[in-house]
């Protein structure tokens, strides 16, 4: 039987004769322009994979170890791959067991989140319900591919459910990406026997009328990699925010006033703190970084001052924001999301006695 997978990479060109390079090359860029991947990185991925077909087939690893291409590119080429997340089954074909549809370097997140998901659902149902009772029931579903087994048939499959753990099985883990290994091979390998279980599990739901089980957990996964790829866009936009205010502060925060302080990484903002005129300042003295709200009045005997604007900075009375930033960074996110919630209309700004 015919790998579907491939099938539906073939309208993606595939093994092509060499006069056609050209059109393939185009067509490489076209399609992965379309799914936001910008010039620079498609150049870089042409280069090492050539075809669209050899690009999907690559793992994560490969991809992501490739000059300038990180986990942002790796998620639109794995949308632009149109069989992405496809699970293989093992398909039962003239009284033989046969791998039919199975390929490894489909999108390992999602396999093995998903293998993770119908392990967490076998420990909920009433009748599996302990690592030792799954163990025994996916045992006995491994041995009936033991013995359908032939010299054809790539057994790693079923043998995978073999090397189940109880802790695996308990704790719904099949991959743990912060696992130290001893040589670089490791994660490799172990990302390998990963997914190889994960599948099997697939296989197992599909054949012993568990199919809502897998099901779920396909749903589970999706929305689970959803999740942390809207997680990292928001963390890559904070960023880019951080960077920009440590850079060129903006010239007003929620109603909040930039102000002139004499030190370069001392920002000040000027506005209504409790019904109060105040001054919010972000800075970095020589233990910690600061996120501090001071009156008008305390802000002006810091001005007065000759001593160094951090001294002064710590030494009058102010109102901490609550959490202690490590980077001015993290520091510019928490005087921005502090602001959020203390808005200073124009009408207040407007309204102070003595603007700073």
């Known amino acids: ?194 997914t190889t279980k994960a599948n099997a599990l697939i296989a197992f739901c599909n054949e012993t009328e568990r199919k809502h089980i897998l099901s779920e957990a396909k749903s589970e996964a999706t929305a689970e990699i959803k999740s942390k790829i809207q997680a990292r866009k928001k963390a890559r936009k904070q960023k880019q925010l951080q960077e920009e205010f440590i850079s060129d502060p903006p010239e007003t925060i929620h109603g909040w006033e930039l102000i002139e302080t004499t030190a370069a990484d001392v920002y000040a903002y000027n506005g209504i703190f409790q019904k109060q005129p105040s001054v919010i300042s972000l800075f970095e003295d020589e233990e910690f970084v600061r996120v501090r709200v001071f009156s008008h009045s305390e802000w002006e005997q810091i001005n007065q001052a000759v001593t160094p604007l951090t001294d002064e900075l710590n030494r009058v009375d102010s109102t901490a924001t609550g959490r202690t930033p490590e980077t001015l960074q993290e520091g510019a996110t928490e005087l921005i999301d502090f602001l959020s919630y203390n808005e200073t209309t124009a009408e207040e700004l407007a309204g102070l006695a003595q603007p700073i």
């Open 1 to 194: 039987m015919p790998n579907t997978k491939q099938q539906g990479l073939a309208t993606f060109g595939g093994d092509c004769p060499a006069d056609t390079v050209n059109e393939i090359g185009e067509e490489f860029e076209s399609h992965l322009k379309s799914h936001d991947i910008n010039d620079s990185k498609i150049a870089v991925l042409n280069k090492r994979f050539g075809t669209l077909p050899k690009l999907f087939d690559a793992t994560d690893t490969a991809i992501t170890s490739q000059s300038g291409i990180g986990e942002e590119t790796l998620d639109k080429v794995r949308d632009a791959d149109p069989a992405n997340g496809e699970p293989y089954k093992i398909v039962k074909q003239d009284g033989e067991y046969t791998i039919a549809e199975w390929d490894l370097k489909a999108d390992d997140r999602s396999t093995i989140l998903t293998g993770n998901e119908i392990l967490n659902a076998l420990l909920r149902a009433g009748n599996l319900g302990h690592h030792s009772t799954i163990s025994k029931r996916l045992a006995e579903w491994a041995k009936t591919h033991r013995a359908a087994d032939d010299s054809t048939t790539d057994g790693s499959l079923w043998k995978s459910i073999y090397n189940l753990s109880p802790d695996e099985i308990n704790f719904g883990g099949l991959y743990d990406p912060e696992e130290t290994f001893e040589t670089p091979q490791g994660p490799v390998t172990a990302l390998k026997e990963a």
